[in-house]
């Protein structure tokens, strides 16, 4: 099933995520999961201040997964559909196919800050890594229990630590980059409704859990123990996470009736005037986090790309 019916390899030589001791990912992105987001994303959204504007791009995909922003270059994006990658040079304005191939299903994609960036991409079936700025890939050998990833995250603070979401099987954690997992000791009640996953780093973590049903969930020790968060079902399914990597209490969430954010760990909320009716995919750049990208999915395989270079304040048409 596609993102947006639920809102709405190149090289295939086996290898690690891990390499000369370093893990690749870093930032996020986004995922997604299951069923009847289509009604979802278009129902009508709650009364918030809007701002009106046209979006930075409409991008046309079988799905919408992940967008990402390379570290070193401010207007370097990748954007994650069901079938590949896509690239913009241009802070999302224009777009050129990096991978174009059915079942390439890049639900999270992760970029580590190397030269040349390390990335790592996951999804339904699919986990691959490429070490030349995503030119060329390689299926990543693991220990997980089913390849279908639907959400991957990278503790910020140790790169070498990832949690993910395996579909059907519950949470599970990494600290060789990869090589080897172990189910979370913490799994909440609702991890069967997990759409997406964000990292705050520290030590222990701190995650957060989104879900399409069950409100926002967090751990402060690593996924030990989870609790759920103030979460309003007013504000609708939780479709995309992203933690600001320079204040980590600062929390941004997608959901089928907008953007919003919280500045003290998601305790309480605010609705940003983002154009969108929905976000279902949301992104900060890592080095400039006030720099963030969102998609509302406007009908089946299409989306309006909106943008904003103040932390969701104003929203403009132009990077």
Known sequence: MTHSEQIHRNNSSQTTLYRQRALLPAAALVLFMLGGLALLLWRTPMPAARQQG???????????????????????????HHNGIMRSDDGGRTWTTLIEQRGFDAMSILVRDTVPPQIAVAGHHIFQASWDGGQTWQSVSHSLPS??????????DRPE?????VAGEGLFSSFDGGRSWDRLAGQPAVVKDTMTLASAGGDPETLYLGTLRSGLWRSQDGGVTWAELGWDSQFGSILALAVDPLARTTLYVGTN???????????????????????AVVALHPRKPATLLAISVTSEGMGSLYRSDDGGRSWSDAP
Request: proline share 8%.
């Open 161 to 165: 630590q990832l949690t993910v979401y």
């Open 54 to 80: 046209l979006p930075l791009a409409t991008l046309s995909a079988g799905d919408f997964h992940a967008l990402a922003f390379l570290p070193d270059k401010e207007e370097v994006v990748l954007f994650g």
């Open 257 to 279: 009736r907008g953007l919003f954010k919280s500045t003290d760990g998601g305790n309480t909320w605010t609705q940003l005037p983002y154009p969108g009716q929905n976000a």
């Open 147 to 156: 390849n279908d990833i639907h959400a991957l995250v990278m503790n910020p």
